[in-house]
């Protein structure tokens, strides 16, 4: 088993590691590489702009974190073309899938970046060009596993002339273009080429050699080379075909929050919530279904308090069918002493009145929990949107309480889970602020929590949410607060929207967490501000266009009649954000 993982920095631990392995890959699988080559990988991906290309780095690693394959992607953002550095598998690993499943994680990705093709280089299966049959054995099975994908050598050109005289195994220049036609004219590869051979191989090839190379390219377009392992209809038809796969969302729906059912007349935190926002969803066809895994409980105790998570499990499977319990007793002067009955205590970790305990309430929000990982995963295997359309919601569950319909902090648990993998960004766009999160990272600097919200001198939770809460310690200036008055428009809703996404993208996080409550739309019982669809599509247009891949969670929103046309809206405008229509 292995998953494949996008590596975006050298700081964090599990990185470190991570490109550690990736290094002694290079030495084991590489040996004629020196060793300034692989020394320069970290800074590759710390100093995109510095090298002209934007490095990828893909591993394939198990649970464990053993690295057993990789990939380095280039990106030139002029040309719009990738090149593929490196595909490798770690000493003593074979087979597997693991080459294809990274190469093909490759060309998913080239795809994101609106890329034209892949190039890179292959050692040729020509007898006259390789005399050692062995290597030309290996050579004809590469060639042959690209041809699966549509990729073929260009041909008619003479960039396999050997750079020194007599060199055996001259690379030819492997073109895939990705299922799209390959059209790819004279001068284009000509620049493409000059591009690829000044700035890879600058170092062992003479002017006068990459002049003389880019001056064959004659063909326009250029030409590749016919399949010559596999028929032609086998020829670019990979097995698993990506092509309508690669820009969906991934929506992961709470299989279970209908056990979570509080049947108290004006508790609007509904399962008919779910089902109106999934009725609108349908008509985009922008999503693709992913089922929610399960996750271990230390996730959950990586942000919440272990005596409230085994308080919680407890009660809630002590209560009898349909029962509610609702705290009454708020023991807030003596924490040191929980009281006994197990009822009575709710108060010892509750924020509020209004929020029950209920049999299925802690399986419920245990199972949002994993959709919210598992909407993280999705990202961390190199996606970029996902969707954890779940109930009971979570940001206003702190370390050790619950409230506000909230029990597990679902966002702030995937943030966590990132974390270990890049900088996370969490925005709140709930009416209600965010406090879970806030209190949860209040003193840290690697999780950046922003919360949009109605004042707290008129809006629940009352007590937080205000503008000098600013984070604590490492984490000073790492909570921003923008509350707003009783009355804001979607017009002024989007200002306020475009500043606070300007300190986001100022803080350049890796992930973003959208804790996205749509009880901010006009007629909103819990509500007072009056935003309409088109103001719901442009900020999710404008939380889009940051291009940070993103995971959003269903928080708050309670007016049934507009909810799943707000969210549908949303939605389209992060898809159209994220992926505007390409200008050639
Ligand atoms: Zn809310």
């Not at 002209?52 to 974190?65: H, P, Q, T, W």
């Not at 600058?202 to 596999?230: A, E, F, M, T």
């Not at 109106?276 to 399960?294: A, Q, W």
Request: proline content about 6%; some cysteine.
């Amino acid at each position: 088993m292995f998953r494949i993982r996008r590596i975006f920095d050298d700081i964090l631990p599990a990185n470190t590691e991570a490109l550690r392995q990736v290094s002694q890959i290079l030495r084991d699988q590489f040996p004629a590489l020196r060793a300034s080559e692989v020394e320069k990988l970290p800074d590759l991906l710390k100093n995109p702009l510095k090298h002209r290309f934007k490095s990828i780095l893909y591993v394939a690693e198990n649970f464990k974190g053993l690295v057993k394959g990789f990939a380095l992607l280039s990106f030139e953002p002029e040309l719009r073309f990738c090149y593929l550095d490196y595909i490798s598998t770690a000493k003593n690993i074979t087979g597997g899938g693991i080459g294809g499943a990274l190469y093909e994680r490759l060309r998913e990705e080239s795809l994101l970046l609106d890329a034209i093709g892949i190039f890179f280089e292959c050692l040729p299966d020509d007898p006259a060009l390789c005399k050692d049959p062995v290597i030309l054995k290996q050579n004809k099975a590469r060639l042959k596993f690209y041809e699966k994908y549509g990729a073929f050598p260009i041909v008619g050109t003479a960039y396999e002339t050997p750079v020194q005289e007599g060199d055996d195994n001259p690379p030819y220049l492997v073109f895939d273009p990705l299922d799209q036609p390959a059209n790819l004219s004279r001068e284009r590869a000509r620049k493409i080429v000059r591009t690829i051979l000044q700035n890879r191989y600058g170092d062992l090839c003479s002017p006068d050699y990459i002049l003389k190379v880019v001056n064959s390219i004659q063909d326009d377009p250029v030409r590749l080379r016919s399949p010559r392992y596999l028929k032609s209809d086998v020829a670019g038809n990979p097995r698993r075909s990506f092509g309508s796969h690669h820009r969906k969302v991934a929506l992961v729906v709470n299989d279970r929050h209908e056990i979570h059912h509080v049947r108290e007349k004006g508790y609007v935190e509904a399962p008919v919530r779910i089902r109106s926002i999934l009725k609108e969803l349908e008509r985009l066809s922008i999503f693709t279904t992913v089922p929610p895994k399960e996750y271990p409980e230390k996730h959950i105790l990586a942000v919440h308090d272990a005596g409230y998570f085994h308080y919680l499990r407890r009660v809630c499977a002590a209560l009898e069918a349909g029962k509610s319990v609702y705290p009454y007793v708020f023991p807030i002067r003596n924490a040191t002493r929980p009281p006994k009955d197990l009822a009575v205590r709710a108060g010892y970790y509750c924020l509020d009145t209004f929020t029950p305990l209920n049999q299925n309430a802690y399986l419920a929000a245990r199972r949002a929990v994993d959709c919210a990982l598992t909407a993280a995963d999705y990202l961390l295997a190199g996606n970029r949107l996902a969707y954890a359309l779940v109930r009971p919601p979570g940001h206003h569950a702190e370390h050790r309480s619950f409230g506000g319909f909230c029990y597990f902090n679902n966002g702030a648990v995937a943030a966590q889970y990132l974390a270990r993998y890049g900088r996370v960004a969490i925005l709140d766009v709930d009416y209600h602020h965010g406090n879970g999160q806030q209190t949860i990272f209040y003193q840290r600097r690697d999780v950046l929590t922003l919360s949009i919200h109605g004042h707290p001198s008129f809006a629940y939770p009352y007590f937080s949410g205000f503008e000098d809460e600013t984070g604590e310690g490492e984490g000073e200036g790492f909570n921003i607060n923008i509350p707003l008055p009783e009355s804001v428009d979607g017009e002024k809703y989007l200002k306020t929207l475009t500043r606070a996404l300007k300190r986001i993208a100022f803080y350049a996080p890796d992930f973003l967490i959208v804790c996205l409550g749509l009880d901010t739309a006009k007629g909103d019982p819990t509500g007072t501000w009056t935003l309409h669809a088109n103001d719901f599509s442009k900020a999710g247009q404008l939380i889009g266009q940051l291009r940070i891949p993103t995971v959003v969670v269903q928080e708050g929103g309670y007016r049934n009649r507009v909810l799943g046309v707000n969210c549908r809206h949303f939605f389209s405008g992060l898809w159209q954000g994220f992926y505007p229509v390409s200008k050639d």
